[in-house]
């Protein structure tokens, strides 16, 4: 029975009412508001209209009071208590309290929890009663609890946050506002259970050979009568078939052996079917089912190969014995008030995701572990989860017992329960704790030990060995070498690009910045010769949408205090430096959501294409970062309401499975062409390498023989510029890669940065045919970064920022993710070169 709806909310000044009275079923809430559960207060309150949008504006800093304040939930609901049977007890579960609560049942005190990323289980057996039943919660102020904590070491992004197991990124982050939540974030629920319940399942595969599958399901359960005898029948089904298998509980415990011939397995989408089984497991006593436990299963083996035979190292993830190169980005929480969040938004953005060619997200350390579906999406939808524990950018206090005692409970809850998902490819103690620390140490800003270090060097590693031991486990992202950031072993974080590190470095060496256009370029990438990198970024402007709808009137124009007010990050002019070596700086707002558009797009793509080339020594690369938790500025390829950034279209090309990339030398004027091929099938093609002049269309062709095995990275041939341009000059061509069969889709490349291009002006003709939701673009000239615009969320064009060559045409198709109804008259078309836009509907 779920216990979702009539809950009501009000606020109370620390110290101002007796906890006991407002807990007390006397007391009189009438006078309340309503309140939606799953949620949190900021939601509510914006809902009913007693606080303006904390996205607009700088209306988040006029909130800043709700966090002040004592929070109360109350609830009434009926139990009929006579339908309950001897043997029967009743649990009341909540599956996510955010944060420092205490729980009252009918004025009974059952609890206080402190901590946002577990459940909190109790039972109420005696406590209910029958007929009304009042449940009240209790939210203190976090900034009350956290006062009287020392903090007097470091911690990137605020102290106070690492004494709460609470979502770190609530404390400010360089990417998102400080807005700190309270409220019932997840279901609330009463489950009553006979006589025995299941306190959990492990399934997990455990040999894969040819033409069979071992699967192994460890049941835990737990007696309420001491002398129960319990057996348990699991069966495994799909495809239209099933295996059971039956087997009696010693101590509440037994694990039940499977063996399915001719396993369908579990593949990533780019590589196969992300087949599932379903697996129940049921409990009887005497003859009588008691409970039942259902799940999604995939059979699967994945690990990561971390040596050659010679002896070289790699970081290259084996799905089902197939080396993957692993394409991704990084996940933060889908909104700053995540409870609220819809789960529609989840499919869209991992759907989003899989349409790029993207096969590997990374739940990021500083967020939430994810909503049930999260993982379920990506186990339907075949995409592998790098799963961080929640510890980011700072020391832990790992030397207080309670604290160390409140992480066990937190990190044991949190493997049980995600475990059994086929996308869990890797469990990750945090992000980048011990590389700063180092850094931070070596530079004299930390005196203090690594505190922290307890947590991920031995609680974490020493559960899992016992909880789930096939998994691979890495310490810390980035981790490996000397220093942790090295290139030659383990992941990466590159932020040579971008923050300006200066690196590689050593242990102990002082670090170092380079704010310069050379410090931060995004060619940078193509020196980094890492394993796996799996942090790397650059920022680009929020849609056009999304900024005017959050600006106040007056304030969207570049240079605004509100425009900055949406970027978080320290030293803004680390992103003008970046456009300054490739687009120029830009003078206008038109130009800086253009120019920063398109250095994020041409940056990820220089970064990716290399790392590809570099296949297998390189394995992997999770873009920073997939999305946002608001409408700000930030290193995003999707914005705060689903509007894809140029990056994301350039993702889904520079992602594909078989690609045809251009490495272009700058220093000597050479460039070579390369095919890599990340499926398990051959590759034979031909490669068209045609020169487009900007006015003139095709001046230089040339037809390539492609033949390249599996999964491999091959370089076809290399040229001197003067070679294929001929008389032309390098700042008015485009080349263009595509393959004589259309197996892969085009790409363009540029010889010179876009600030030195010669473009001639574009006039382009734009046809829109409103019933079939298209748009045919056409031009004279090279039309460059063409891009549509409608004014509104959610919107999903087939391609958009794309370049048109002279005399060609495009067909785009464009829906709402949620088919809504799209104001076409609103259409806006441009290019960066667009001289004039004539629209025929
Ligand atoms: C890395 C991440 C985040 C941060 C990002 C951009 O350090 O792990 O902490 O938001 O870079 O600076």
Redesign the pocket.
Request: proline share 0%.
């Given at each position: 029975m779920l216990i979702n709806k009539d809950w009501k909310l009000s606020h109370f000044a620390v110290g101002e009412a007796r906890d006991l009275d407002i807990a007390s079923p006397d007391y009189i809430d009438h006078f309340w508001m309503q309140a939606e559960v799953p949620g949190d207060v900021h939601s509510t309150l914006l809902k009913k209209g007693l606080i303006d949008d904390p996205f607009y504006g700088h209306n988040d800093l006029k909130s800043k009071w709700i966090e002040e304040k004592v929070w109360w939930y109350r609830t009434e609901f009926d139990f009929d208590k006579k339908l309950l049977e001897r043997d029967e007890v009743v649990e009341l579960i909540f599956n996510g309290l955010d944060t420092f609560t205490t729980i009252y049942l009918n004025g009974l005190e059952l609890g206080e929890t402190a901590n946002m990323f577990i459940s909190h289980t109790f039972d109420v057996t005696r406590e209910l009663v029958d007929g009304k039943n009042i449940l009240a919660v209790k939210f203190d102020p976090v900034a009350e609890q956290l006062k009287v904590k020392e903090k007097r070491y470091w911690a990137?992004f605020g102290k106070d946050r690492i004494w709460a197991r609470k979502a770190q990124y609530h404390f400010g982050?360089?990417?998102g506002p400080q807005i700190i939540t309270a409220g019932i974030w997840k279901d609330v629920r009463l489950e009553t259970k006979k006589t025995v319940k299941i306190e959990n399942v492990f399934a997990r595969t455990t040999r894969i050979e040819k033409g069979r599958a071992n699967v192994l399901v460890d049941i835990d359960a737990k007696a309420f009568k001491e002398d129960s005898e319990i057996s348990a029948v699991v069966t495994m089904t799909g495809e239209g078939k099933s295996v059971t298998e039956e087997k009696t509980l010693m101590r509440g415990k037994t694990t039940v052996p499977l063996t399915i011939n001719n396993p369908k397995l579990w593949w990533t989408h780019d590589l196969g079917d992300p087949f599932l089984y379903q697996l129940n497991v049921e409990l009887f006593t005497a003859g009588d089912l008691v409970d039942s436990y259902q799940l999604n299963f995939g059979i699967r083996d994945i690990q990561v190969k971390q040596e050659e035979a010679d002896g070289t190292t790699r970081f290259t993830f084996v799905l089902n014995g197939i080396e993957i190169f692993a394409k991704g980005a990084?996940w933060i929480p889908i909104d700053s008030f995540v409870g609220a969040a819809p789960d529609m938004q989840y499919k869209h953005l991992i759907s989003l995701s899989k349409e790029a060619n993207m096969n590997m997200l990374r739940v990021?350390g500083?967020g939430i572990y994810e909503k049930d579906v999260f993982y379920q999406e990506c186990d339907r939808q075949g995409l592998l989860v790098w799963q961080d524990f929640m510890f980011?950018?700072a020391l832990y206090p790992d030397y207080n017992r309670n604290f160390m005692n409140n992480v066990q409970g937190e990190v044991e809850f949190v493997i049980k329960r995600l475990r059994n998902h086929p996308c869990i490819a890797l469990w990750c103690g945090n992000?980048?704790n011990d590389w700063l620390y180092e850094v931070e140490y070596a530079a004299g800003r930390i005196t203090t030990p690594f505190y922290g270090e307890r947590i991920f060097h031995e609680m974490i590693p020493g559960l899992l060995k016992e909880l789930n031991p096939d998994r691979f486990y890495l310490p810390s992202s980035p981790f490996g070498g000397n220093d942790h950031n090295a290139e030659d072993v383990g992941d990466r974080?590159n932020?040579q690009v971008w923050?300006g590190n200066v690196e590689p470095r050593k242990f102990g060496e002082v670090p170092a910045q380079n704010y310069s256009v050379e410090g931060v370029s995004f060619k940078n990438y193509k020196k980094d010769k890492t394993r796996f990198s799996s942090?790397f970024g650059m920022h680009a402007s929020a849609s056009r949408y999304t900024l005017e709808r959050n600006l106040p009137e007056g304030t969207f124009f570049w240079g605004s205090d509100e425009m900055a007010y949406r970027n978080k990050?320290y030293h803004h002019q680390k992103g003008i430096l970046l456009m300054e070596g490739y687009t120029g700086v830009p003078e206008d707002i038109e130009e800086y959501m253009n120019y920063s558009m398109l250095t994020q797009a041409e940056g990820l793509k220089c970064g990716v294409e290399h790392y590809r080339r570099n296949k297998p020594e390189t394995s992997g690369t999770l873009i920073?970062?997939l999305n946002d938790c608001w409408p700000g500025t930030s290193?995003s390829m999707i914005d705060y309401y689903l509007l894809p950034k140029a990056s994301y279209y350039y993702a889904r090309k520079f992602n594909q499975p078989l690609l045809f990339t251009l490495d272009h030398q700058e220093e000597d004027g050479t460039f070579s062409l390369w095919a890599v091929n990340d499926t398990v099938s051959g590759w034979s093609d031909e490669l068209l390498l045609e020169v487009h002049h900007v006015k003139k269309g095709m001046v230089y062709s040339e037809t390539i023989a492609v033949n390249i095995m599996g999964n491999q990275s091959c370089l076809l041939a290399s040229f001197a510029e003067g070679e294929v341009l001929k008389e032309y000059r390098p700042e008015e061509v485009v080349i263009r890669l595509r393959s004589s069969d259309d197996k892969v889709e085009e790409n363009c490349y540029y010889l010179r940065d876009h600030k030195d291009m010669n473009f001639a002006p574009a006039n382009l003709i734009v046809k829109v045919n409103r019933e079939k939701q298209e748009v045919e673009v056409s031009t004279d000239n090279l039309a460059r970064f063409v891009k549509l615009e409608i004014p509104s969320d959610k919107v999903h064009f087939s391609d958009n920022f794309f370049d048109l060559l002279p005399g060609e045409r495009k067909v785009i198709s464009i829906s709402h993710l949620e088919f809504q109804p799209l104001p076409f008259e609103q259409l806006k078309l441009s290019a960066v070169n667009s001289q004039s836009v004539i629209r025929e509907d």
């Open positions: 990137g982050w360089d990417w990084n990021w500083g980011a950018c992000n980048e974080h932020w923050h942090e990050d920073w970062q290193w």
